[in-house]
């Protein structure tokens, strides 16, 4: 009985694990696809506001908001806010603007909270200062190709778009062990996975770009519609859907910093993040187990080992192993951003920790709702109006400047 019962668990660790497998070669599938996209065409590229919310000083943040500051488009503003007199942001907009003397760099400072979403209580400041019609809002990290706001700015002439995203990948501020893994996910899990969810009829908007038309920001109800909510990129493409206008992904892939350098502060974002996806769509993150074949392989291969089938385990898991890692490699080949220097580059080696972590941040994500952004403690299932904030948080004032 006790055979049949290790034998019945090791079956179905092995199903679990092959669908695994086959969900990272189809993830590999769609990104060669894209990949393989022709950009869309037009001559009538608008001019763009460009919004940057900062928040203090990060790794790799020079280079990513110069290669921002430095992009091939007509006719752009780019606006920074920040939300403290004393943000060491501000010191790197200064060199920005005189690196850049004929770009329109513009720079707000403004503690005015308007809600619980502090980042979006920043947009909302840096907003009245938007000069065009065209609002594309961005990271801070997001690390941009040359042709970024182009590639953006075109897919607006598809009929019926009303907001337009990006896939990023992952670029590691540190070589170690930590930012490897955190590259990783980003590049290996999130990437094929929102590609995969849009072949399924999702039509996501993936926060680190969101640009639409002042025109529909302002029909949906503007930035104040958003600052009550954690997720304000998943509220704000559910607006915009709301509206019978669609959610389109330019042909172009930024990287976003992976800062961490300590496995303990990965495991927080990442269990950050988790949280949150796992508070928008229940059903789909459970599904999303089957995406660390690796970490399924192990149980299968314990408990047939157990009942005397152990080879059997074995060969299930250096399958698998050699399956995640042709996917990953053929993802970082297909997207080519490791020789543009704009991704980290898959450690082999490293897929089967890899999935072991994102296997223990999936359990632990259920263990509690709370979540931790920048200094700020929300729930993802208490009322949105009412998430709670550290208590040692300074008031902010009610005024702010705008600084050209």
Same mark, same amino acid.
Request: contains cysteine; negative net charge; proline residues 7%.
């Given at each position: 009985?006790?055979?049949?019962?290790?034998?019945?668990?090791?079956?179905?660790?092995?199903?679990?694990?092959?669908?695994?497998?086959?969900?990272a070669?189809?993830?590999?599938?769609?990104?060669?696809?894209?990949a393989?996209t022709?950009?869309?065409?037009?001559?009538d590229?608008?001019?763009i506001?460009l919004?940057?919310?900062?928040?203090?000083d990060?790794?790799?943040l020079?280079?990513a908001?110069?290669?921002v500051?430095?992009?091939?488009?007509p006719d752009f503003?780019?606006?920074?806010?920040?939300?403290?007199?004393?943000?060491?942001a501000?010191?790197?907009?200064?060199?920005?603007?005189q690196?850049f003397?004929?770009?329109?760099?513009d720079?707000?400072?403004?503690?005015?909270?308007?809600?619980?979403?502090r980042?979006?209580?920043?947009?909302?400041?840096?907003y009245r200062?938007?000069?065009?019609?065209?609002i594309?809002?961005?990271?801070?990290?997001?690390?941009?190709?040359?042709d970024?706001?182009r590639?953006?700015a075109?897919?607006?002439?598809?009929?019926?778009v009303?907001?337009v995203?990006?896939?990023?990948a992952?670029l590691?501020?540190d070589?170690?062990?930590?930012g490897?893994?955190?590259?990783?996910?980003?590049?290996?899990?999130f990437?094929?996975? =929102?590609?995969?969810?849009? $072949?399924l !009829?999702?039509e996501d908007? +993936? &926060?680190?770009?969101m *640009?639409? @038309?002042?025109e529909?920001l302002?029909?949906?109800?503007?930035l104040?519609?958003?600052?009550a909510?954690?997720a304000?990129?998943?509220?704000?493409?559910?607006?915009?859907?709301?509206?019978?206008l669609?959610?389109?992904?330019?042909?172009?892939?930024?990287?976003?910093?992976?800062?961490?350098?300590?496995?303990?502060?990965?495991f927080?974002?990442?269990?950050?993040?988790?949280?949150?996806?796992?508070s928008l769509?229940?059903?789909?993150?459970?599904a999303s187990a089957?995406?660390?074949?690796?970490?399924?392989?192990?149980?299968a291969?314990?408990?047939g080992?157990?009942?005397?089938?152990?080879?059997?385990?074995?060969?299930?898991?250096?399958?698998?192993?050699? =399956?995640r890692?042709?996917a $990953?490699? !053929?993802?970082?080949?297909? +997207? &080519?951003?490791t020789? *543009?220097? @704009?991704a980290?580059?898959?450690?082999?080696?490293?897929?089967p920790l890899?999935?072991?972590l994102?296997?223990?941040?999936?359990?632990?994500?259920?263990?509690s709702?709370?979540?931790?952004?920048?200094?700020?403690?929300?729930?993802?299932?208490a009322?949105?109006?009412?998430p709670?904030?550290?208590?040692?948080e300074?008031?902010?004032?009610?005024?702010?400047?705008?600084?050209?």
């Amino acid at each position: 009985m006790a055979a049949l019962v290790l034998l019945t668990l090791a079956g179905l660790f092995s199903v679990f694990t092959v669908a695994g497998i086959f969900q990272a070669l189809a993830g590999w599938r769609e990104v060669r696809r894209f990949a393989a996209t022709a950009p869309t065409t037009t001559s009538d590229l608008p001019p763009i506001t460009l919004l940057k919310p900062l928040h203090g000083d990060e790794p790799l943040l020079e280079a990513a908001l110069t290669s921002v500051c430095a992009q091939d488009y007509p006719d752009f503003q780019v606006i920074f806010g920040v939300q403290r007199e004393d943000d060491p942001a501000i010191a790197l907009v200064r060199r920005l603007q005189q690196l850049f003397p004929d770009r329109a760099i513009d720079l707000v400072i403004d503690p005015t909270p308007h809600g619980a979403n502090r980042k979006v209580a920043n947009l909302i400041n840096m907003y009245r200062s938007a000069q065009h019609d065209v609002i594309v809002i961005a990271d801070s990290d997001l690390h941009c190709a040359p042709d970024y706001l182009r590639r953006v700015a075109v897919e607006f002439a598809v009929p019926d778009v009303g907001l337009v995203t990006t896939l990023y990948a992952g670029l590691a501020a540190d070589p170690g062990l930590p930012g490897l893994l955190g590259a990783s996910a980003i590049n290996h899990f999130f990437l094929p996975g =929102a590609l995969m969810s849009r $072949a399924l !009829g999702r039509e996501d908007c +993936l &926060g680190a770009t969101m *640009a639409l @038309r002042r025109e529909t920001l302002e029909r949906i109800g503007g930035l104040h519609a958003l600052v009550a909510h954690l997720a304000d990129d998943n509220v704000l493409g559910q607006l915009v859907r709301a509206q019978n206008l669609r959610i389109r992904i330019a042909t172009t892939v930024p990287a976003t910093t992976v800062p961490e350098a300590t496995l303990g502060a990965l495991f927080s974002h990442e269990l950050r993040w988790s949280r949150t996806i796992l508070s928008l769509v229940p059903f789909e993150y459970a599904a999303s187990a089957l995406q660390y074949p690796l970490a399924l392989a192990l149980p299968a291969w314990a408990f047939g080992a157990a009942a005397g089938y152990g080879l059997w385990g074995a060969a299930l898991y250096v399958v698998a192993w050699a =399956a995640r890692g042709a996917a $990953a490699r !053929g993802i970082d080949l297909s +997207l &080519g951003l490791t020789r *543009a220097g @704009r991704a980290t580059q898959a450690a082999i080696w490293l897929l089967p920790l890899r999935d072991l972590l994102s296997m223990a941040v999936f359990l632990a994500s259920y263990a509690s709702d709370r979540v931790e952004w920048r200094g700020n403690i929300m729930h993802t299932h208490a009322s949105d109006e009412n998430p709670t904030t550290p208590e040692d948080e300074p008031d902010p004032a009610p005024e702010g400047k705008f600084v050209p």
